[in-house]
């Protein structure tokens, strides 16, 4: 079972409100990594800060078992996010296609999803908080997009029906 997680996260800034800030001083304990062993399956990712303070979601996908995916979340305590209309991502990524992902409640069935694409470069991936709409296991919900006013947890997902490595580097996470 995660734990709610309070002061590492969301903090009001003049620019916007901070999810994640990584350095080489990050704790993430608040980070969990969900794997498709979770259903039998055989895919192995890693969350962990490298030597020059980013975070890094690395391993494999394996399709062995009916698997085929890979993921990292982050629970924290039920924030206000009406003040803001989208989220902002600086990484560096492997050209990959991965899933965003949020909830209101972390105890929801179902996410609230979008997909972004990845460069091998640094950059900032700019994400419209209204246009991720609601999902589970791999099917569009037919229900409203996420309603931009409380938000409890994000989520990042690769699951491309690929047996491949990936790796996805994290800078800054924040709602602007």
């Known amino acids: 079972m995660l734990q709610l997680l309070t002061p590492i996260l969301l903090l009001m800034s003049m620019n916007g409100f901070l999810i ?46 009916n698997g085929g995916f890979s ?20 990484l560096k990524g492997d050209g990959k296609e991965y899933q965003v992902r949020v909830k209101t409640d972390a105890q929801d069935y179902f996410s609230y999803i979008t997909y972004m694409s990845t460069s091998d470069d640094w950059e900032t991936i700019e994400i419209p908080l209204d246009e991720m709409y609601p999902s589970f296991r791999g099917r569009k919900l037919n229900e409203a997009n996420f309603p931009a006013e409380v938000m409890e947890e994000i989520g990042f997902l690769i699951g491309n029906k690929k047996a491949e490595r990936f790796r996805l580097m994290f800078d800054r996470i924040e709602l602007r």
């Open 20 to 65: 994640y800030d990584f350095n080489k001083e990050s704790d993430l304990s608040s980070w969990m990594v969900v794997d498709d062993v979770v259903m039998g399956g055989r895919s192995d990712g890693s969350f962990y800060i490298d030597s020059d303070g980013n975070g890094v979601f690395e391993g494999d996908v394996s399709l062995e078992n």
């Open 71 to 90: 993921s990292i979340r982050c629970r924290f305590e039920q924030a206000d996010v009406s003040k803001f209309s989208k989220m902002v991502i600086r």
